[in-house]
């Protein structure tokens, strides 16, 4: 057996196909996102500007978030000191749930290492202790919702994207009387649109299915107190299990669900991603403790950002760039080929200092490759101005059509 054959075959196949996925090697300047250092094919680091990360309203970088990671780091040291069960459950971690139930107007909450955890540990724990148990997932769910069905043994229907009429055909061919879970997200991340939630949860009654919602795109980012997009079209109390990140708009890492105290017991008694892994570190958690807090006051950062992506996709529409409609803050722009994808990333970054990642295959389908954008409340309208005019440009120059003006 070759084995170095079998993996230069793999890369290679991903090279052929023009989606092998390099990572940038960069530094944000603290407390200056979105400028950044860039230090791959440079003879000392470059400015860029960064439009596509995941810390929406840059909370990463704000001052009450780092002081309480700073004087958590400080009062009682680097890690937690194993799991939950074994030494690594701090009053943080306590405060944190409690904090995070309330935002959902929950009975509990449980934390996890990440929201791929999250959701592939849930998922895949719940069916198990719902003997007969069959899963609803929408076809654009994300990878850690698919692993957690997967990893469940259980059966699936896969229905189409948002379908209502598909998923109740589904629904109704089962038995009304066995276990069923409804898994869909509130905002689909790659083309910015929104479940129908409250339709879903209409099925659900009528069916006998329980709803789980991956609200990762919109905790923060939607709803009075950044509850998400459950909180703002107050569906959140039909909703039977809420799953959020916190390393996206509250800025620094973990995951968690939201539900009623009996399912979250279960979920902490029972699922191996819970039990069996070392907890957030007690900084890290302190981070978050002072991010859910400030957005659950302060809407200044989401409004700012909301206004920001509104404005990149009208430059982009004015220009005739193939902007994909999005009912959210992200901003998708269509590119339709992987290698063109990846080529016009190349040179944003390196003529334009513009760090966007191509989004290929498996992420979106195969023919829907394109450039995600997600503009945070400190992107200036300069700088917008200056992106949408160097993807003027390099469309030109690759020689892709640009629409009429809007």
């Not at 929104?194 to 905790?219: G, Q, S």
């Not at 994808?341 to 200092?353: M, Q, R, T, V």
């Amino acid at each position: 057996m070759n084995y170095d054959h079998i993996f230069d075959q793999a890369i290679h196949r991903l090279h052929a196909e023009g989606r092998y996925r390099v990572f940038i090697d960069i530094l944000r300047n603290k407390g200056a996102y979105p400028n950044a250092r860039c230090f791959a094919g440079h003879n000392g680091p470059k400015p860029i500007t960064v439009w596509c990360s995941n810390d929406y309203l840059a909370m990463g970088q704000h001052p009450k978030v780092i002081g309480a990671m700073e004087d958590a780091l400080h009062d009682v040291g680097a890690g937690s000191g194993g799991t939950r069960n074994i030494g690594g459950n701090t009053h943080y971690h306590v405060e944190l749930e409690h904090e995070l139930a309330d935002l959902h107007g929950k009975e509990s909450a449980l934390l996890f290492t990440s929201g791929y955890v999250s959701n592939d540990a849930t998922l895949s724990t719940l069916s198990k202790l719902l003997p007969g148990c069959v899963i609803f997932s929408d076809e654009l769910n994300h990878a850690s919702m698919i692993a957690g069905i997967r990893n469940s043994g259980c059966p699936k229907r896969v229905f189409r994207h948002n379908d209502l009429e598909h998923l109740e055909e589904l629904l109704a061919a089962e038995d009304i009387d066995a276990p069923k879970v409804i898994a869909f997200e509130s905002v689909y991340s790659m083309d910015g649109d929104v479940a129908p939630i409250h339709a879903i949860c209409d099925l659900a009654e009528k069916y006998n299915a329980l709803t789980y919602i991956d609200e990762v795109h919109a905790v923060g980012m939607y709803g009075a107190r950044g509850g998400g997009i459950s909180e703002r079209d107050e569906a959140a109390d039909r909703i039977d299990i809420i799953e959020g990140t916190l390393g996206k708009a509250f800025g620094v890492m973990g995951g968690y669900i939201a539900a009623d105290a009996k399912i979250v017991d279960c979920i902490r008694s029972y699922a191996p991603g819970f039990i069996f892994t070392t907890s957030l570190s007690p900084a890290l958690v302190a981070g978050v403790l002072a991010s859910v807090k400030h957005l659950k006051s302060s809407s200044e950062e989401r409004d700012a950002q909301q206004a920001n992506s509104g404005m990149l996709k009208q430059m982009m529409r004015d220009a005739g760039l193939p902007v994909m409609d999005s009912t959210t803050h992200i901003v998708p722009l269509m590119v339709g080929d992987p290698v063109r994808a990846k080529k016009i990333s190349d040179i944003l970054l390196a003529e334009y200092g513009c760090y966007v990642q191509p989004i290929n295959y498996p992420t979106v389908p195969r023919g829907t490759e394109r450039l995600r954008f997600t503009p945070g409340p400190a992107h200036t309208e300069a700088m917008m101005r200056e992106l949408t005019d160097a993807l003027v440009e390099i469309w030109d120059r690759m020689d892709m059509e640009l629409a009429e003006a809007a």
